[in-house]
């Protein structure tokens, strides 16, 4: 199993809003609150660490997207200055199944159109 950026590598310098798609081996995307052993729902880390427990709930703060309709993308808007980005994986509850992607740091070096 393993999740992954599918546009995204380490070291790119990007302008925002940009669209970030997400990957996953091994595993079914399905929404949140439906409870399966081989699927789940991605969630994105902004410039945060991944969690130290598998049993706590991913937080819902802007470091934590959630993606619990099943999404497999976003746009996402960040302000200039490098960030951190990590997909983490979790089941139906929003407890990590600790599948996740390496973390990778972009640069945003501004909006789009300027």
């Known amino acids: 199993m393993a999740v992954n950026f599918g546009n995204l590598v380490s070291g790119m310098t990007v302008r925002s809003p940009l ?5 996953i081996r091994g595993m079914g995307v399905i929404p949140a609150g439906n409870a399966h052993a ?9 410039d945060a660490p991944l ?3 598998h ?6 703060n802007d470091q934590h997207k959630h ?14 200055g490098k ?23 972009i640069t945003v070096e501004g909006k789009r159109g300027d």
Do not use: C, M, N
């Open 51 to 53: 969690p130290r427990t």
């Open 55 to 60: 049993t706590a709930k991913i937080p819902f």
């Open 19 to 23: 669209w970030v798609d997400f990957g």
């Open 83 to 105: 960030h951190t980005l990590r997909l983490l994986f979790a089941d139906h509850e929003h407890r990590p199944y600790f599948v996740f992607s390496p973390e990778i740091e």
């Open 67 to 80: 993606f619990g309709k099943g999404q497999t993308g976003v746009l996402l808007d960040l302000a200039p």
């Open 38 to 46: 081989k699927a789940g729902h991605h969630h994105l880390l902004i």
